[in-house]
Structure formats: structure tokens, C-alpha cells
């Protein structure tokens, strides 16, 4: 066993202090409170929990849309950075094949492999795609709504919709109703219209600032919500390719207690460039910058949240708002748990105890 002291250890429960780990394995085995109980294997800056990132759709060339796919290898990668909690994003698909991969993957939230299930998607306007196949998507009707929710059989988390699109209002009812969060992403809405589906159970926005109208002193669309609305929880790409370290701060600022860090993390994570798929779209990575092939439209990330920590720390960044942003506010969103303590932050570095 493995004995860790760190200066501070913030656990979720508002404790912030000297304290102790002993870990066997990557499990904490015990745990204390100030000076530990022999001298310590090594001590670290500070002990955190897990993080809960709350839109990844995979990695180490897995996508967690995909039909068949073993998911094992993208949730270990994401596992080893510290994510310990991680809900599968599923890009796009035909609804066929979005029901079938809901019910193969919902054992796996069950047996605590994933925290839970992210549609995102058909539901989005086709002006905000991104990476998404203009095809494929659809206005939510019902009837669909229903059919993929008795897929996903309870394990559903969240559902990524553009508010306004046809029946966007019946189906921000039925989802909310069905304990389902609704979030607000690649969408052209104006504010009135997103600050309507606030009204009507819609309570988290999919990278705040990517994949919706920028903002407008005169037209403030999502952006102006998603910055000004309390009851709004704004997800964040920090990895420094989707928002500039200004527009980040701006939001960090604003947005205090109810922003997260996201990775939306895709297929190409852990293998380096190359040229990939994602929703349809074929996809090239450079520099470790995913975009649609032939265009400049950023297509998810190649980091994990470890990665957007290790950037807000080398910025001054304290440890107590690096664990609301990546553990207690995405489980406050999402209706989880804070996971146990699992991550060591040393020198900027983010460690998976």
C-alpha cells in the first residue's frame, strides 16, 4: 500500500485541509485528517476527487456511437486522467441505430462502468451542426423521444437539442418529466427562445460558446443566456482550441458555480493526427486539433478534462475551483454522486491516485 499526504485535500464535502490517502492499488483503502500516521510514500499539492466529465464520445479510436463497439479501452483511457465518472456522448446516428447502441451500452450504467448516457443529437438545427451528418438530423417528435428514452431504459442523462426546432417545447416537457437533463446546444435560437426552454426544464448548455451564435450586444442568443441565467449550468472545452483563455475566464467568472469542464473528447484521443470519423463526417486531426475534413469547424477534442486542468493551473488556478468545475458541479447537473477521491494534483500536474 501506498501511503500520499497532501497540503489540502478537497473531497466535495466542503473540506479543505491537510490529510492522507493510503491507496491499494488505484482504490483509496484509507483515508484521515492532518498529519498522516507514519511518514508518507510521497506528498503531493493536493487530493481531489474524480472527475465527472459529462460529454465525451470516446477515444483510443472507439466512439461510443458506434454499433458494436467494445467502449472498454475509451473509458480506461479517460479512467487513467482522472475520469472517473465519464458519460458517453452519442454523436448523431440513424435512430435505429442510436436505440440499439443505447441498449447495448446501458448495462454498462448499470454496472457503474459509465455514469450515464448523452444523446447529442439528431435533435440539432442543421446551421449549428458541426461535425454533425446534416442528413440525419431531425426535429424531435415523440414518439421518437419515447423510443430512444425505453432503449436507454432510465440510463439516459442528457439530451443535447437545438430549442427551435418543431416540437422542441413537447419534448424539453417529456424529457424533464422523464428525469432527463436537457441541454441547449447547436442551435441558432435566440434568447427568447432558449430563455423559453429554461422556463420549461432545460438547465444545462453544450459547450457554451461552440455550436451557436457568438455574442451580440443587440442579439445575445444562447451565449447571452447561458452566461446571465442562474439556473443554467454552462459545460466548457478548455483544451485551448474552442475557446480563447479570455472568453474562458469571461465565462469562469460568470458563470461561477455552475460551469464544468467538458472534454467532448471524440474517437481520435490518445492516437495522435490522422484522419478519422465522427457523426458522419470525416474528420482530420493536425497539431491534435480535430476540424471537418476540407473545413476550419472544430469536430470535438483530442484531450480529456485532465488536460483543461493542467492549463487552468499553469494560470494560477486554485485547487478548490478546479474540483467544483470538474467534479462537484458536473454531479450536481447530472443528479451523481461526487466520485471518492481519485486524483493527485503535483507541480500542474493532474495524477490519477
Known sequence: MTLLAARRVIDGSGSDGPGWVLTDGDRPAERGTGAPPRTP??????????????????????DFATVGADPSEAIAWHAARG??????????????????????????????ALAGLHLEGPFLSAGRRGAHNPELLRAP???????????????????????????ADDAIRVLAEAGVRVAIGHTEADADTVARAVDLGASI?????NGMPPLHHRSPGPVGVGLSEARVTVELIGDGAHLDDRVLDL????????????????????????????????????????TVAGTDALAGSTSSVSDAVERLLARGADPATIAELTSATPARALGLQVPPLAVALDGGRVERI
Open 251 to 290: 465565462a469562469l467568472r460568470d458563470c461561477a458555480g455552475r460551469a464544468m469542464l467538458v472534454s467532448d473528447a471524440m474517437a481520435a484521443a490518445g492516437l495522435g493526427d490522422g484522419a478519422y470519423m465522427l457523426a458522419g463526417s470525416d474528420i482530420l486531426v493536425r497539431g491534435g486539433v480535430a
Open 205 to 209: 448548455m453544450t459547450h457554451l460558446f
Open 41 to 62: 510514500d510521497r506528498e503531493v499539492d493536493a487530493l481531489l476527487p474524480g472527475f465527472v466529465d459529462a460529454h465525451a464520445h470516446g477515444a483510443r479510436g472507439v
Open 83 to 112: 475520469s472517473t465518472a465519464l458519460v458517453a456522448s452519442l454523436a448523431t446516428g440513424t435512430l435505429e441505430d442510436t436505440r440499439a447502441r443505447l441498449a447495448e451500452l446501458a448495462p454498462l450504467v448499470r454496472a457503474g
Open 141 to 167: 417528435a415523440r414518439s421518437d423521444i419515447e423510443a430512444l428514452l425505453g432503449a436507454g431504459d432510465g440510463t439516459i442523462r442528457m439530451v443535447t437539442l437545438a430549442p427551435e426546432l418543431p416540437g
